[in-house]
């Protein structure tokens, strides 16, 4: 696979797939900048080389063609200050006024092109549309970690119609810090797996279990487990069709000799609210009437203590309702003790998604060694399936 660092881009036009799905508020302003700062990066280093720059991303879900709050135009004036130049903009990704522009680019230009997802043909993955992209550069660059795991036309198949097709630093980086812990972790290795459901991490679970040394279970998926040990779970979130599942999966950590840790107690709620009356049971006894919404005092020193003394740790989701400030303690302690963990010479992968959002929120991103920019991608590498994004790339 070529990286941007072994390809010289001088007087080449560069057609980058980015991922700009960045969070707006009511006045069009960017509220959060981290994806956009991820790309810079890959961006510069092309533009020192002396080449142009054609940006393509999508951002949000529009379902019927353009819509203003799904236009990239508002990120041209974020744009044009972090690379101090005017950034070119095209109401259309594959307009005729979008070609004669990315053709007419100079060495050290950037051209943002228009939301790809104002065509359903791109979520299609449609070869038409994928060659009318193409049109636009010399080189693609594909630097978008966050839908490598789609095989989009922007993401996958417009790389079929380029001769050169590179790795951004971003997606490099994404790599080599999922393999740190996937292909020779140094031990013991931990694995904290939170969330709401058992289903949406069965095969990252499954596949932990052959790679890991303790494997924590918290969040709404703990009480699927709970149920599986005998226990009553009162109004929490529960999969009753993964009861079994999880019985299987408790067996299988037995018999791997890998440590599997479930919460000892929870913090339980009469309803599903900030303000709602609370307190702490044991896990596996919660009342009628009453809902587990966050990980107990005692489930936290247990858990914080297997972190600390990890020197790999991945981690995938919350261990509560933390969009609750009565019920994320649970989720706040877990980072600190991850932070810890690295502040020791650990090495500290936060999944992406929920997790992300809490370490970022929590201002512990540059604690911990790797924050990743793409949950689902991530989630899937994992798991062992192939990203359609990275798979483009390989020559």
């Known amino acids: 696979m070529k990286t941007v660092d072994t390809y010289d881009f001088s007087g080449k036009r560069a057609l980058i797939r980015v991922d700009f799905n960045v969070p707006l508020n009511d006045t069009f302003e960017i509220t959060d900048e981290t994806r956009i700062k991820a790309a810079v990066p890959t961006i510069t280093k092309i533009l020192n080389d002396g080449g142009s720059v054609i940006l393509m991303s999508h ?23 972090k690379f101090n130049r005017n950034v070119k903009f095209a109401d259309d990704c594959i307009g005729e006024e979008a070609f004669r522009i990315s053709k007419d680019l100079k060495p050290g230009d950037i051209l943002l092109l228009e939301n790809l997802r104002f065509y359903p043909e791109e979520t299609k993955g449609d070869r038409e549309f994928s060659e009318k992209l ?3 550069g010399d080189v693609y660059v594909n630097d978008a970690f966050g839908t490598a795991h789609r095989a989009h036309a922007s993401t996958a198949i417009v790389a079929d119609f380029f001769k050169d097709k590179i790795c951004g630093y971003l997606i490099q980086a994404e790599l080599v810090n999922a393999d740190k812990v996937l292909k020779n972790p140094d031990r013991p290795f931990t694995a904290i797996m939170g969330g709401a459901k058992v289903s949406d991490k069965i095969l990252l679970i499954e596949e932990m279990l052959e790679k890991v040394d303790n494997l924590i279970i918290g969040g709404g998926m703990s009480y699927t487990f709970a149920v599986a040990q005998g226990g009553s779970v009162g109004n929490s979130l529960l999969e009753a069709d993964k009861v079994e599942l999880c019985r299987d999966l408790l067996k299988k950590a037995a018999d791997k000799g890998v440590k599997l840790l479930l919460p000892a107690d929870t913090v339980i709620a009469d309803d599903f609210n900030n303000d709602a009356n ?16 966050d990980i107990g005092p005692e489930t936290i020193k247990e ?93």
């Open 59 to 81: 951002l949000g879900r529009p379902k019927e063609g353009p819509e203003e709050k799904s236009s990239l135009k508002h990120l041209v004036k974020n744009l044009s200050e």
């Open 134 to 136: 193409s049109r636009h």
């Open 278 to 293: 609370r307190k702490v049971v044991e896990a596996g006894a919660i009342p009628e009437g009453w809902m587990g919404l």
């Open 303 to 395: 858990f914080s203590e297997v972190i600390e003394h990890s020197k790999s740790i991945l981690w995938n989701g919350p261990m509560g309702v933390f969009e609750f400030s009565n019920f994320a303690n649970g989720t706040i302690q877990i980072a600190e003790a991850v932070v810890r963990a690295t502040e020791k010479g650990g090495f500290s992968l936060i999944g992406g998604g929920d997790s992300a959002s809490a370490i970022n929120n929590l201002g512990y991103g540059d604690k911990v060694s790797h924050v990743a920019t793409g949950g689902g991608a991530l989630l899937e590498y994992m798991e062992g399936k192939t990203l359609p994004g990275v798979a483009a790339l390989q020559v």
